[in-house]
């Protein structure tokens, strides 16, 4: 038995040190990635969108003069602070961040399901941000944290052949904002006609049968902690923020449950009394025709260009829409 212990040990140890270098070579790559030069907009940069996957099909910066749209399907507040943080550390000219805001993004089953729930693994791609609060937030045994905690923390080369970012580090090429998977961008949507069945489907998938409440308090607190972050980080970087509901179909609205209307404007006007600078606009009834539209709460191409020029004329005024 103990020489069976014994080589045990002695194939660990032979483990450890060879993968030691991997590590060590792993971790400082994924540091230095961070100062990429793909993580610096061309000059003249001067308006940041993110969120999640309603900006990424409405706003198209070739109708929005000095804007890049980093929005990606899926992305909570919890992510959008971290990513805002690191693009603003990287480009100092950005004078305003423009991020979706509706009741759907405080909905708290459907939110929190991207942090402790099925759609955990999602947040691989921005594991490499995090500090040490926002990882302590989603730790667990599971493995799509297990995971990410291997690769960026103890810099064990998992899924290298499916590493993009990695690899090319390792080989010198240049990165591309595709191989980045927390980038994101304006997602070009075909011209495809919604339809109303859609709509009581999306309300079913962000709100379920119920009000999404708990207790009687509707929404989920992190995602109102993380919005209030990203102010904060706006403020501190005399950056303007505004946010921005999408359109949506025809009848979308009233099929949302009241608590979360409620709710959200709660949280909206709080969010207002503590950071008056933030800005809100609800362009949610700005596009109505049925052919602009991909689904209930997205544009399609056609949508995506209108809605980008009213953007660019609405947030060129001085002043903004409350």
């Known amino acids: 038995m103990f020489r069976i212990l014994k080589k045990i040990a002695l194939f660990l140890l032979i483990m450890a040190l060879l993968l030691a270098p991997c590590a060590f070579v792993s971790q400082t790559m994924y ?4 100062s990429d030069p793909v993580f610096a907009f061309r000059e003249g940069t001067t308006t940041l969108v993110a969120g999640d996957s309603h900006l990424e099909a409405a706003l ?10 980093c929005s990606l399907s899926g992305e909570s507040y919890f992510f959008t602070y971290y990513k ?36 955990l693994r999602f ?7 995090m500090d040490e609060p926002g990882k302590r937030l989603i730790r667990s045994w599971k493995s799509s944290y297990i995971q990410p905690f291997l690769i960026y923390d103890l810099g064990i080369p998992l899924h290298l052949y499916r590493n ?8 010198g090429t240049r990165l591309l904002t595709r191989d980045v998977p927390f ?24 709100f ?30 005399s950056v303007d923020l505004v946010l921005i509901s999408t359109p949506v179909y025809g009848g979308y609205q009233r099929y949302i449950p009241s608590s979360a209307r409620s709710g959200f404007e709660k949280i909206i006007t709080g969010l207002q009394v503590s950071h008056p600078s933030v800005r809100f606009i609800d362009a949610s009834d700005v596009i109505v025709q049925d052919n602009y539209f991909f689904d209930a709460d997205h544009l399609n191409r056609d949508g995506a260009r209108q809605f980008s020029t009213y953007c660019a004329s609405i947030l060129s005024e001085k002043s903004y829409c409350r």
């Open 31 to 34: 540091r230095e990635a961070l």
């Open 60 to 69: 198209n910066p070739s109708y929005f003069p000095g804007s890049v749209n």
């Open 84 to 119: 805002v943080k690191h693009l603003l550390g990287r480009n100092p000219g950005i004078r305003r961040v423009v991020i979706g805001c509706a009741p759907h993004n405080f909905a708290r089953d459907y939110q929190e399901s991207f942090l402790f729930g099925a759609k």
């Open 123 to 129: 947040m691989e791609g921005y594991y490499f941000l």
């Open 164 to 171: 993009r970012l990695l690899l090319k580090r390792c080989t």
């Open 183 to 206: 980038f994101g961008g304006f997602k070009d949507i075909a011209p495809i006609r919604c339809n109303a069945a859609s709509v009581k489907e999306k309300i079913k998938l962000y």
């Open 208 to 237: 379920g049968r119920g009000e999404n409440s708990k207790d009687g308090v509707y929404g989920s607190s992190y995602m109102a902690e993380y919005l209030a972050k990203i102010a904060e980080l706006c403020q501190s970087r």
